[in-house]
Structures are given as structure tokens and as C-alpha cells.
């Protein structure tokens, strides 16, 4: 049975059961990867996202606390949020913008 956590407004389901990956179509979604590297990003749009490979730390503007997410994890990004991309291990990910 997957959990589903909210850390400073990020929403994240651990290893979600292929079903609801399916129901949801995450494997049609574009597909998004970066090599490790640091940078910052704002969400104009609600983003839910599908890591496929990585680690990433997430630290919102403001927050001096930051989420972890990685491969395996169904995450929900806030429309409006800005934050920091702290990449660890190459990114591989689907997404779908609101």
C-alpha cells in the first residue's frame, strides 16, 4: 500500500500502485530529465510528476527545510510555488502541467 505525504505544500505518493498510474495515463505523459545540477524554478501551473530516476532535494523559497523526492514517487507541485532544484542523481520524469 502506497502513503501519501504533504511537506510544505508538496504533495508525495511513494511508489503509487501501477493502476492508478494507468487510470491517470502517466506513462503518455512528455517525459522531462536533467543531469545533477542546481537551479531554481517556479510552478506558473500545477505540475503532477512521475519520477522514473533521480533524487532531487526541493527547497522552497522562504522554507529553510527542503522535501526529497526520487524514483518511484508520484509528486504534486503547488501552482505558484518557487523553489530551489537541488539534483543529485540524473532526473528522469513524466509530467503534466494544470
Known sequence: MSNVTEKLGIKIERNPPEDKLTQLGVRQWPKWGCPPSKFPWTYVSKETCY?????????????????????????????GMSCTWDV????????NFE
Open 88 to 95: 543529485s542523481v540524473a532526473v528522469n520524469k513524466h509530467y
Open 51 to 79: 519520477l522514473l530516476e533521480g533524487k532531487v532535494k526541493v527547497t522552497p523559497s522562504g522554507a529553510n527545510e527542503s522535501v526529497e523526492i526520487a524514483a518511484g514517487d508520484f509528486v504534486v507541485f503547488p501552482k
